[in-house]
């Protein structure tokens, strides 16, 4: 009895392996609840790149871009981009006494953040020239790295760089895998995600297209470099952004994810009278005890006209709660 | 006899073709000849991708940049770019009565390009208004590829796209095979490469860097649209080339390719204290006979600096009289 039971849990056991095998082999994307949106995705790409096929779309024109805040990784309670800044600006204090006089430094020091906040456009642009202006580009891509290798999230104490959306690395990993080029259109900054977007997304620098300030090219003491300008060159949001594939891509996407109305604008550029069969992606942020759920009535991720005119462009809304079994890759 | 000698021609038919094969194998750069350019070259790209080797760039960091004008192709009596221009305003001047008596238009119409160059950078700025500007983007890159199918040049009767150096399509391909990216940096417009870049070049549209103008997206009876407006956004050029690398590629080149002063600063950039091995190229055209001669005092392509500055930097000055066994694709 010994010996049969013994043989005949390994034999369970294999036939579990085998099944599983089959089942990452069949299923593209394991984090994604089976439903609706699941299968939409799975057949859009399955058309799209079946070679003869009525929706059949060249390897060349196969384009997919994505927001990055709040549709590759979270964006609450404040874009990570400006906890950066922060602690930026934090380590640089010591060298600035004048900050502690001057808003909004003088919040930020005292960890007042209501203040910081309340200062509006004025004191972000304040804040984004002192912690991303006036030192060469290498300079700051190795802050970057430097801070996205250990800094950690307020309220989920997870590196912010774990905190990507797996079921969208595994979308990612579909679509390039069925030879679509993924690329990023962020309205966070291009020097911001560049560093950590190969590492983190599996996207080359050269595929992250994003807000930007302006660069100066000069030659100190016989050396070469590029500095960053306290001057904006390029708001890569809302109307900017099809601006922006266009400048950048030269190609109209055919599959498109966002997650905010600053998305809206590309979504409906890539979706309306198009040459091929497109895909239009919303991720609706439903999850309040896993993630955050917010949408209308938000400051950061504010989504309005996505909600209302999804079913008119047929996007895809995901709903997080529902159609992701896992939220983050960690 | 007649057997033997069929079978013995027959033999060394096979050994030729053999030894063909062999040749094209070990032969990656055919139109180029044998010498120290084309070993260089070879050398570089040996080195810097055997791996374990001192000199070993890993693929995600090959990247390669090259200008357009004068470099991949021919940019004499006139950049090709302006010929195009010129067109479209003939095409255009139905339409526009008022032309036959305001400069530059009257002398483009008389076909009196001497006044047309002697207007100077007001005349050129008005040239790309008219014919570069209020249209869509799809408009704009339609005509450009209607035009590149057609049009041809006064001087050797060629089509535009044939006037292209088989030694570069060849460079550019041997880059490919040893997995760098290949990307142009050109001062002319980044929305007339695009269109033809690919079938051309074999560089998708999202590799090719030039000038821009601006673009406004805009929705009218409710179809989306990109609008090219009259308005530079950027100027790709000298100084402007290490920048517009920066923006959008985001990783410093490895291997860079000119041809004139407007080119200096990328290849500066590019090949000085440099994490890696470096390789700059400039093509001198010293070829009167099957191209054209031309350097330190020429009004297009003026090269003088970089000739100066050549051995300084250790960059490969390629003569196209003795270096290229062919010059044209076709």
């Known amino acids: 009895m010994t010996i049969f039971t013994f043989s005949c849990t390994q ?14 082999k069949n299923d593209p994307l394991p984090s994604w609840n089976e439903g609706s949106s699941k299968k939409a995705m799975i057949d859009f790409v399955t058309k799209t790149t079946n070679e003869g096929g009525a929706d059949f779309v060249p390897v060349a024109d196969r384009i997919a871009c994505f927001d990055n805040d709040g549709t590759l990784w979270s964006e609450q309670p404040l874009y990570f981009q400006f906890f950066f800044a922060i602690e930026q600006i934090k380590a640089m204090a010591p060298q600035h006494p004048e900050w502690k006089d001057n808003q909004p430094f003088k919040a930020i020091l005292e960890g007042d953040m209501k203040t910081v906040m309340g200062g509006g456009e ?9 912690s991303h202006a006036d030192m060469t580009t290498e300079a700051f891509s190795a802050s970057v790295k430097n801070w996205i290798k250990t800094a950690k999230h307020p309220k989920t104490g997870k590196l912010y760089k774990d905190m990507v959306y797996q079921p969208m690395l595994e979308l990612l990993a579909y679509l390039r895998a069925h030879e679509y080029k993924t690329f990023i ?5 291009m020097d911001f995600i560049r560093p950590w977007a190969e590492e983190v997304y599996g996207i080359p620098p050269y595929q992250v297209i994003g807000s930007s300030g302006k660069v100066k090219y000069e030659v100190i003491d016989g050396k070469p470099q590029l500095v960053k300008l306290p001057e904006l060159n390029f708001n890569d949001d809302k109307e900017g952004k099809p601006v922006g594939i266009h400048q950048y891509i030269g190609k109209r996407p055919v599959f498109i994810g966002g997650n905010s109305d600053g998305d809206y604008a590309m979504l409906e ?23 955050y759920a917010y949408d209308r009535t938000s400051s950061i991720g504010k989504l309005e006209k996505g909600l209302d005119d999804a079913s008119k462009y047929n996007w895809l809304v995901v709903d997080m709660k529902a159609d992701w079994k896992t939220i983050y890759k960690n």
């Open 269 to 291: 550029w890539a979706t309306t009278q198009t040459s091929y069969k497109s895909f239009g992606l919303i991720v609706h942020h439903t999850d309040e005890v896993r993630e």
């Open 185 to 189: 259109v962020s309205g966070g900054g």
């Open 122 to 130: 004025k004191a972000l642009l304040q804040i984004l020239k002192v």
């Open 11 to 24: 034999s369970t056991t294999k036939n579990e392996i085998a099944k599983q095998e089959t089942e990452v």
